[in-house]
C-alpha cells in the first residue's frame, strides 16, 4: 500500500469555524492532490501540488485554500466551514504529471453542522 | 475539460455472473486508472492502463486510447467484488477527472 496517511478520519464541525486536512505521505512523490466526494459527482479536483510551495486550483476549488511546506505534507483548509463542504476529502500522490499512477489515502469524513 | 462518462450505472448480478463496465472519455489521455471503492469507503488500484491490455486475476482491462474508451471484464463475479468501480483519466499535468461510477451488486 502506498504510504498515505490522512488525518483526522472523522470531523464534526460547526458553519463558520475554520478546519484544516493534513494529508502525509512517505514515498517523496513530487505531486499531491486533494478531492471531495460526494453522490453523484464522483471524485472532483479541489487543488494541487506540484513541489514544496507550488500548487494550484482544481475544479471546486472555492473556498478551499493549501500550503505545501514540506514534500511530505499536504495541507487542505477550510477558512469558514459551511455545509455545502460537508463531504468525503480524498487525497492522493503521485511520482509525476500526466503519465504516472496515483494512489489515493483512506479519506476524511467532515460534517458541517 | 474532459468529460467521461461510465455505463452503466447500477449492476446486480448473481455471485458467478461476468460483467464489462465501460468507460468513454471525451479527448486524448495520457493517464487512465480503473478504481475499486469498497463498501468502507477506500479507493483500491486495480489497473494503470492507459493503452493496451492488463489482467489480474479475474479481472482485465482493455483501453483503446484512439476510439477513447477503456473496459474492465470481471469473470466469476464474487460478493467481495460489490462496490463501486471509477474510471479516471488525466490529459495534461492537473489531477485525475473521474466518471460517476458503476455501482455494482453481486447476490449470493
Known amino acids: 500500500d502506498a504510504g498515505i496517511t490522512q488525518s483526522p478520519r472523522h470531523k464534526v464541525t460547526e458553519t463558520g469555524t475554520p478546519v484544516t486536512l493534513r494529508c502525509h505521505q512517505t514515498?517523496?512523490?513530487?505531486?499531491m492532490y486533494w478531492y471531495r466526494q460526494d453522490p453523484g459527482h464522483g471524485l472532483r479536483l479541489i487543488h494541487y501540488s506540484y513541489g514544496v510551495k507550488d500548487t494550484d486550483k482544481g475544479e471546486v476549488s472555492d473556498g478551499y485554500s493549501v500550503s505545501r511546506s514540506k514534500t511530505e505534507d499536504f495541507l487542505l483548509t477550510l477558512e469558514s466551514a459551511t455545509s455545502s463542504q460537508t463531504s468525503v476529502y480524498f487525497c492522493?500522490?503521485?511520482?509525476?504529471?500526466?503519465?504516472?499512477?496515483?494512489?489515493f489515502g483512506q479519506g476524511t469524513r467532515l460534517t458541517v453542522v | 475539460g474532459i468529460q467521461v462518462e461510465q455505463s452503466p450505472p447500477d449492476l446486480i448480478l448473481q455471485e458467478g455472473a461476468n460483467s464489462t463496465l465501460r468507460c468513454n472519455f471525451s479527448?486524448?489521455?495520457?493517464?487512465l486508472q480503473w478504481f475499486h471503492q469498497n463498501p468502507w469507503g477506500q479507493l483500491i488500484n486495480l489497473f494503470y492502463i492507459p493503452s493496451g491490455t492488463k489482467q489480474n486475476g479475474r479481472l482485465s482491462a482493455t483501453t483503446v486510447a484512439t476510439e477513447r474508451y477503456s473496459l474492465l471484464y470481471i469473470s466469476s463475479s464474487q460478493t467481495t467484488d460489490s462496490g463501486v468501480y471509477f474510471c479516471a483519466v488525466r490529459g495534461g499535468a492537473d489531477g485525475l477527472t473521474f466518471g460517476k461510477g458503476t455501482h455494482l451488486i453481486i447476490q449470493p
Open positions: 514515498e517523496n512523490h513530487r505531486y
Open positions: 479527448d486524448s489521455v495520457n493517464n
Open positions: 492522493a500522490i503521485s511520482g509525476g504529471s500526466g503519465a504516472t499512477e496515483a494512489f
